[in-house]
């Protein structure tokens, strides 16, 4: 009697483990995915810089209502590998500060900059790995001089992807059409001389060149030079990648600031489901 109750209980214990979901949302991979933009981290919320306590409150937030973080390749290439109901959200941020990325000598991480509040979080929670997309600006980016490159490595291998944020962040609506050639090409090409292949870009402000075709790429000093997408700055969810109205060259971002329409609206949104996003089946 005793081996055959002993026998039942380990074939319980074989049992492959269910899968737990995520959050109780239905799947739908038509839903909207939340692409988030930050600035600075530091003491106090303002319109470019979200303090440590609120992106600490951000990151909590997200794992809680089931958001899981993608790169924009896996979105826009629509292989995002997440568990079952849980909705992908693409964290970015712009113009590398020092207070994203900030490490020592020895190259420990800063616990109170952006991806040490992040690592903290995340060692905890393994789902919710330091995945983020940085729109960098030339010459000292996240303020460094000599550990421009190991910073740059440091994220590659963390799995996060770095892009561009112009040459100088001027408006593109005030330049000429060369202006914006030069801000676009020279970024690329700043950024391919220390060997990363920038595929994307974030518009300085958000603001869109007089000529939107030169989004789509063009030719300047006998080379082509185009991305395969471009964010705008705040206003509301992209479109599923499922979505035949995806525009990669418009992708709208939500901006991680207090008030209208910024992240706590677009999270309150979901929570009450007044927003549907995107929802892995």
């Known amino acids: 009697m005793f081996s055959v109750a002993f026998a039942v209980v380990l074939g319980f214990l074989d049992r492959p483990s269910m899968p737990v979901r995520v959050s109780r949302r239905k799947g739908n991979v038509q839903g909207n995915v939340l692409i988030l933009e930050y600035h600075r981290i530091g003491a106090k919320n303002s319109t470019w810089v979200r303090s440590a306590k609120s992106f600490r409150k951000d990151l909590s937030r997200l794992y809680e209502l089931g958001y899981r973080p993608v790169t924009l390749s896996e979105y826009l290439e629509n292989r995002m590998k997440l568990p079952s109901g849980a909705s992908p959200v693409i964290i970015t941020f712009d113009d590398s500060h020092i207070s994203q990325l900030s490490i020592d000598r020895q190259g420990n991480v800063d616990p109170n900059c952006a991806v040490g509040i992040w690592q903290r979080f995340a060692a905890k929670r393994r789902t919710f790995p330091v995945k983020a997309v940085f729109f960098v600006l030339p010459p000292r980016p996240f303020g460094s001089g000599k550990s421009m490159l190991r910073k740059f490595g440091m994220l590659e291998r963390w799995g996060c992807e770095i892009a561009s944020h112009s040459l100088s962040h001027r408006p593109f609506a005030k330049l000429t059409e060369d202006e914006v050639k030069q801000e676009i090409a020279g970024s690329k090409d700043w950024l391919r001389s ?66 209208d329409y910024g992240i706590d609206y677009w999270l309150d949104r979901v929570k009450r489901g007044k927003s549907k996003p995107y929802v892995q089946p």
């Open 194 to 259: 220390l060997g990363v292949d920038a595929k994307y870009l974030a518009l300085p402000y958000g603001s869109l060149p007089n000529n939107r075709d030169l989004l789509e790429g063009f030719e300047y000093n006998g080379r082509r030079y185009a991305y395969d997408a471009v964010l705008l700055a705040g206003s509301g969810p992209a479109l599923s990648p499922n979505s035949r109205r995806l525009r990669h060259l418009r992708l709208p971002r939500v901006q991680a600031i207090q008030g």
